[in-house]
């Protein structure tokens, strides 16, 4: 069973998603507080850090490191302005360059900046490939996504291998599965009446936005993943969320080539 360490691990979907697929969380890197009391709920016995700008040099080996960096300074998404939140790639290649894991699994919006991370990767040996899933073809949320997949001191060519249902696209893969009806892309708005934000009409009622059991859902989380909060960190929780099925098929082709040691 391969072990996997947990970077910017959010309310922990992409963790279980992994998880579900045979892999093995082992430390998890969480700055918010709010999400670090789901994790302590639902992993309560694992090693957990906070900011990753601190910890960095604490965190053990493991087989896998995975996470997805906040995205706010790739996201061409934003269109007021430049953000102010801190471009962390950077630590999640410092952790990767000083623990050397045998896999790594990096996701982040689509934007430019993912041939950088890649880049990266190969010059610390790692062979890569990227992979942009959109959520749409395994659950009821469209949700776009590049996952940079890295096993270190492996040729590329046997990498791509590793997602071999998909189709090439100028050194980018995109799942070639099928789509049905879908919502679209969860945010972190809770109020906002827009064609961004997830609602739905009811006879005699009008617009209602979705409720945080619905959220999860969309998710990919277990009914009452995150309970127990209010409806406002709930969605917040679940538009930042890396969708669970996705994390599944990811973490499904890594452990069939790879299965690890036995523990």
């Known amino acids: 069973?391969?072990?996997?360490?947990?970077l910017f691990s959010g309310a922990g979907v992409?963790?279980?998603?992994?998880?579900?697929?045979?892999?093995?969380?082992?430390w998890q890197v969480e700055s918010n507080a709010l999400c670090r009391q789901i994790l302590e709920r639902h992993w309560p016995i694992l090693s957990r850090y906070?900011?990753?700008?601190?910890?960095?040099?604490?965190?053990?080996?493991?087989?896998?490191?995975?996470g997805g960096d906040p995205c706010p300074k790739h996201s061409r998404a934003r269109s007021n302005g430049t953000s102010n939140s801190p471009d962390l790639s950077g630590y999640f290649l410092a952790v990767v360059g000083r623990l050397r894991p045998r896999w790594v699994v990096r996701e982040n919006v689509p934007a430019p900046t993912v041939a950088h991370f890649d880049a990266a990767l190969v010059a610390l040996g790692y062979g890569t490939a990227v992979v942009r899933v959109d959520a749409a073809a395994l659950t009821g949320q469209s949700r776009q996504r590049d996952f940079v997949g890295g096993r270190y001191?492996?040729?590329?060519?046997?990498?791509?291998?590793?997602?071999?249902?998909?189709?090439?696209?100028?050194?980018?893969?995109?799942?070639?599965?099928?789509?049905?009806?879908?919502?679209?892309?969860?945010?972190?708005?809770?109020?906002?009446y827009d064609s961004r934000d997830c609602y739905v009409w009811e006879p005699g009622r009008g617009l209602r936005i979705l409720?945080?059991?619905?959220?999860?859902?969309?998710?990919?989380?277990?009914?009452?993943?995150?309970?127990?909060?209010?409806?406002?960190?709930?969605?917040?929780?679940?538009?930042?969320a890396v969708v669970r099925q996705v994390a599944e098929w990811i973490g499904r082709r890594i452990a069939k080539v790879d299965p690890g040691r036995n523990q």
């Open 211 to 240: 409720d945080g059991e619905e959220r999860e859902s969309l998710a990919g989380m277990p009914p009452g993943w995150t309970a127990g909060f209010s409806e406002g960190t709930r969605a917040r929780f679940a538009g930042n």
């Open 14 to 26: 992409m963790d279980l998603g992994l998880e579900m697929a045979g892999l093995k969380c082992f």
């Open 153 to 192: 001191q492996t040729p590329r060519s046997d990498i791509r291998e590793v997602f071999s249902d998909c189709q090439d696209g100028q050194g980018t893969y995109t799942t070639s599965l099928g789509t049905g009806q879908i919502a679209p892309a969860l945010t972190t708005h809770r109020t906002r």
């Open 1 to 6: 069973m391969l072990k996997f360490g947990s």
């Open 50 to 66: 906070g900011d990753i700008r601190e910890c960095h040099l604490s965190l053990t080996p493991v087989d896998v490191v995975a």
